[in-house]
């Protein structure tokens, strides 16, 4: 998908959302759009212009799978807003990731 296609799914996504903490994200809500915050510890296959973010707030953490690049540069260590859908995880069986079609920084009023 290209970057404006997922500007597009974003602003349709962004009312149908509900706002959850990581931890309450399970597969029992696949198929859901979700929004998280919290801060990136990892970034994956940026390479491949197929980022994974690995996503962590005070509840736990979550894989973050975007298949085209963010509009911003996001990297480990910032505080970012994710809009996506829940999926399963391919890379631990049994375990939800997210589908996401917006990561965000968090500006300092977001916070």
């Not at 998280?36 to 799978?65: Q, Y």
């Amino acid at each position: 998908m290209s970057r404006r296609s997922y500007a597009q799914a974003a602003s349709q996504y962004i009312d149908k959302c509900r706002y959850f903490k990581i931890a309450k994200i399970t597969l029992k809500i696949t198929g859901t759009a979700v929004k998280v915050s919290g801060c990136v510890e990892k970034v994956s296959f940026r390479w491949l212009n197929r980022p994974h973010f690995m996503i962590k707030d005070e509840t736990g953490a979550i894989r973050a799978i975007m298949f085209t690049s963010p509009s911003e540069d996001i990297k480990a260590g910032d505080s970012v807003d994710v809009l996506g859908v829940v999926i399963k995880n391919i890379f631990s069986r049994g375990t939800p990731a997210i589908s996401a079609v917006s990561i965000e920084k968090q500006t300092d009023e977001k916070r």
